[in-house]
């Protein structure tokens, strides 16, 4: 069977429904009408850590072997018992940095890279994969503090800021069940 990896942005409101954006893909992809489409949502705790993303992966190789195509959507990484959500991290920077405290975006920036690099440790082997994967998540989370120096000087986000700091969330979950599943 053909998997296709999905995100939705929500935050980024690319498509307001994940069936519009899901239907525009597989048109667009022009798959054969014979061939049948099961769409896996994994939320937030599915991929909060790499163990729940080794039990995703026995999910979706259990569908490998039917004929039908498999579309994988995936949320950002959910809380841990030590670690919050991807999303209110992300959040968090946004409203740390309109009231200035650059220390403790650079906190959370830091809790960030940790999560998401030990996860890719303990998942990816493939050492040219891993250091690919983290070089993107880096260059992202540098993307992310070019903005919110943005936003501390103008000392407030609107929701589209919110939107894109948030959407980097399961982008980074998306990357590293791709990578994993290869």
Not at 6 to 22: D, M, N, P
Not at 101 to 109: N, S
Request: proline share 1%; aromatic share 4%; net charge positive.
């Amino acid at each position: 069977s053909r998997v296709i990896y999905l995100t939705i942005c929500l935050g980024l409101q690319v498509y307001r429904s994940s069936k519009s954006f899901i239907s525009r893909i597989f048109t667009t992809s022009k798959l054969d009408h014979k061939m049948s489409l099961q769409v896996y949502k994994f939320g937030g705790t599915s991929v909060a850590s790499s163990s729940a993303i080794r039990r995703v992966h026995q999910i979706i190789n259990l569908q490998r072997n039917t004929t039908s195509t498999l579309a994988i959507v995936v949320s950002a990484m959910g809380s841990t018992p030590s670690l919050p959500k991807t999303t209110d991290l992300l959040l968090r920077i946004v409203s740390l940095s309109v009231s200035g405290d650059m220390k403790g975006v650079q906190e959370t920036i830091d809790i960030l890279r940790n999560k998401h690099l030990t996860c890719i440790g303990e998942l990816i082997q493939d050492l040219t994969l891993r250091n690919q994967l983290i070089e993107t998540i880096e260059n992202e989370l540098s993307d992310i503090l070019a903005v919110v120096r943005a936003v501390r000087i103008l000392k407030s986000s609107d929701e589209r800021t919110c939107g894109v700091i948030s959407g980097y969330g399961e982008l980074w979950s998306a990357r590293i069940l791709h990578a994993y599943l290869k």
